[in-house]
């Protein structure tokens, strides 16, 4: 059974940082990414990731601010945010692939339940 599993959400006020962990089991991913989704909105790319991590893309919104990163023997991926912006509030999942990094919900086969991340001016 395949399954994502996301860790690391929280409450933090502008200009702080929290990290998120994706836990994969079941299979491994070509790609893997980020996603966000704020009430209202529709899903939005935020950053993804290649099996080896040689290739990454950044959505332009959190470019300069985030960073994802991979460890392969772990079959795990972390997204490091910083300084963080009330409009960065959302629910955050993780996404894979097993042939291509998913940049678009479309390109996600996989889903993980999503964790909370709430950011106050």
């Known amino acids: 059974q395949v399954q994502l599993v996301e860790s690391g959400g929280g409450l933090v006020q502008a200009g702080g940082s929290l990290r998120l962990s994706c836990a994969a089991s079941?299979?491994?991913?070509?790609?893997m990414g980020w996603f966000r989704q704020a009430p209202g909105k529709e899903r939005e790319f935020v950053a993804a990731?290649?099996?080896?991590?040689?290739?990454?893309l950044y959505g332009d919104s959190v470019k300069g601010r985030f960073t994802i990163s991979r460890d392969t023997a772990e079959n795990t991926m972390v997204l490091q945010m910083n300084r963080l912006k009330p409009e960065d509030t959302a629910v955050y999942y993780c996404?894979?692939?097993?042939?291509?990094?998913?940049?678009?919900?479309?390109?996600?086969?996989?889903w993980g339940q999503g964790t909370q991340v709430t950011v106050s001016s």
């Open positions: 996404a894979g692939n097993p042939r291509k990094l998913p940049t678009a919900v479309a390109a996600a086969d996989y």
């Open positions: 079941g299979r491994t991913f070509a790609g």
């Open positions: 990731i290649s099996w080896s991590g040689a290739s990454t």
